[in-house]
T-cell receptor
Framework: GQNIDQPTEMTATEGAIVQINCTYQTSGFNGLFWYQQHAGEAPTFLSYNVLDGLEEKGRFSSFLSRSKGYSYLLLKELQMKDSASYLCAVSDSNYQLIWGAGTKLIIKP | ETGVTQTPRHLVMGMTNKKSLKCEQHLGHNAMYWYKQSAKKPLELMFVYSLEERVENNSVPSRFSPECPNSSHLFLHLHTLQPEDSALYLC?????????????FGPGTRLTVL
């Protein structure tokens, strides 16, 4: 079967760094996405990785290891507005997105 | 604003009602999607349309019926729903179906079935 695993909830302190992990087992792989979803709002795109390595975009970075079926999203210099759910999704062999249940990130002052 | 709008934002319906959800995208995209989002569960892909043709139907009950009259509009017709169908229904669009295309989501319709 197809499976995406990520922690249910994480807590971090304003100004700190947090890493949200995602492991996957899918039928085929055509890239991995990270989305951010604030409570009551639509998911918004953060990053896309299809090759191994680290992609940096401002305070957010995303890492992929295809051989390990593993990705992480790294958030630096955390701000209160970063409190949200972070969704990991894999594009499978049919280009359909398989989603994780999301990680709720709570930022404390 | 993502360029994808959904109406209504909230809907309460009885099990015998018929209602429709509407999605409109102003981005010139060719692919559109319906997702179901239940609390603490992964997004479930329901339907995929590419250039107004349905390309995927992920074993969705027939009480959900999609319609895509053109590449800018997508409907989800609801009929004799069950309480377990209560959820957030999200519409999304992308330029094409290829893997690297990010999806742009609408704000969703919060559906409650009594």
């Amino acid at each position: 079967g197809q499976n995406i695993d990520q922690p249910t909830e994480m807590t971090a302190t304003e100004g700190a760094i947090v890493q949200i992990n995602c492991t996957y087992q899918t039928s085929g792989f055509n890239g991995l996405f990270w989305y951010q979803q604030h409570a009551g709002e639509a998911p918004t795109f953060l990053s896309y990785n299809v090759l191994d390595g680290l992609e940096e975009k401002g305070r957010f970075s995303s890492f992929l290891s295809r051989s390990k079926g593993y990705s992480y999203l790294l958030l630096k210099e955390l701000q209160m507005k970063d409190s949200a759910s972070y969704l990991c999704a894999v594009s499978d062999s049919n280009y359909q997105l398989i989603w994780g249940a999301g990680t709720k990130l709570i930022i404390k002052p | 604003e993502t360029g994808v709008t959904q109406t209504p934002r909230h809907l309460v319906m009885g099990m015998t009602n018929k209602k429709s959800l509407k999605c409109e995208q102003h981005l010139g995209h060719n692919a559109m999607y319906w997702y179901k989002q239940s609390a603490k569960k992964p997004l479930e892909l329901m339907f995929v349309y590419s250039l107004e043709e349905r390309v995927e139907n992920n074993s969705v009950p027939s009480r959900f019926s999609p319609e895509c009259p053109n590449s800018s509009h997508l409907f989800l017709h609801l009929h004799t729903l069950q309480p377990e169908d209560s959820a957030l229904y999200l519409c999304a669009s992308s330029p094409r179906l290829e893997a690297y295309n990010e999806q742009f989501f609408g704000p969703g319709t919060r559906l409650t079935v009594l």
